[in-house]
Structures are given as C-alpha cells and as structure tokens.
C-alpha cells in the first residue's frame, strides 16, 4: 500500500506521494538521490520531490491506499458554490478546476463515463460538455471567463445553470443560446 499526503485548494483537493522510510524510497525513481535525511519527502506529479511539512497551510491528511486515494468529486469540487473554471455536463453539473488542470480533469471525468481518454477533452466535447475556461490571451489586461462548446451546441439545463453562474452574458453564451433556443 501507498501513503499519499493530501492538500486542499480552492477547486479540490491534490495528492503527492508522501514517503517516510527508506524502504519507499527505493522503489522510486528517487532511490540514491534522496537520504534518510530527507525524510519524510512527498513526490510530486511533475518528477520533483520536496520535504513534507505538516504545518503546511493547505495539508489535510495521510490517506495509505491501493490506487487514487481521491474520487472525481473530491479532486474537481462537484457542483462548487464559488465555480469559476472547469467542465459542465450537459445536465448542468459542474467540476472545478484551476486554469491549468482541465486536461487532468478531463481524464477523470473520461474515465469515469467509460469515455476514450486519449483524447478526453473532445471526448467530453463530443458528448456536449462545456468547458469554461480563463480568456486571458496575454494580450488582454484582465482576466475572464470563456464558455466553449466543441458542439456549438448547448442544453437548457447548461444555459440555465451558466445563468446562474453570471455567465449568461458572456457573448459565447448569448451566441449558443440563440442557435439552440429552437431545440427546447
């Protein structure tokens, strides 16, 4: 079994392999490189490695598991009051993200629709899912909020819920709801 430490954000919680003994290291890529010590470490996603802090403002727990110690709706905060960027289903549910995590998202989501993860983000896209998404190009000055459609098409419940996002606006949505306002 694994140990994972467990952090918080404002979308969701994240993991990192925590290690604290020795015996851990060595089955990593890591073996050799870290000493005792260094201990306890965590391992992030991204091939680095850091010394844990308990202390840390935004760690929750060590959770020892087989497989993801998080579900879908406790890394994408499901239905989040304060959603600012992420997916939307076609039934209006939402999953947050930070600006930089769709694509991780995506493939849970994927994965847990039984979709081709490949490519999940054309995967969802295909299967009338929005993504909501931070509109800063560089060259604007502010940043915002962009609603894509690979479809170009959008549900009643999407617009409803988008409405109640304060998107319903954005000149995207006002677009898809005039193309699909015939289908309701």
Not at 77 to 106: I, R, V
Not at 158 to 181: H, P, S, T
């Amino acid at each position: 079994m694994a140990k994972y430490a467990i952090y918080r954000s404002e979308t969701g919680y994240y993991y990192y392999e925590y290690h604290d003994t020795m015996e851990t290291i060595e089955k990593t890529k890591f073996n050799g490189i870290i000493t005792e010590d260094n201990l306890p470490v965590v391992i992030g996603g991204t091939g680095g490695f850091f010394h844990f802090n308990k202390d840390d403002f935004m760690f929750e727990k060590i959770v020892e598991c087989d497989g993801c110690p998080l579900t879908l709706e406790e890394m994408y905060f499901k239905n989040q009051k304060e959603f600012k960027l992420g997916w939307m289903s076609p039934d209006g549910d939402t999953y947050s993200c930070d600006y930089t995590s769709h694509t991780k998202a995506a493939v849970m989501i994927a994965q847990e629709l039984g979709l081709d993860t490949k490519l999940p983000e054309r995967a969802l896209g295909k299967k009338g899912w929005l993504k909501i998404i931070d509109s800063w190009d560089g060259v604007q000055r502010e940043h915002g909020q962009f609603v894509y459609s690979l479809t170009g098409k959008i549900t009643k419940r999407q617009a409803d819920k988008l409405f109640d996002l304060g998107l319903y606006n954005n000149d995207e949505v006002k677009k898809l709801i005039a193309d699909c306002e015939d289908r309701w």
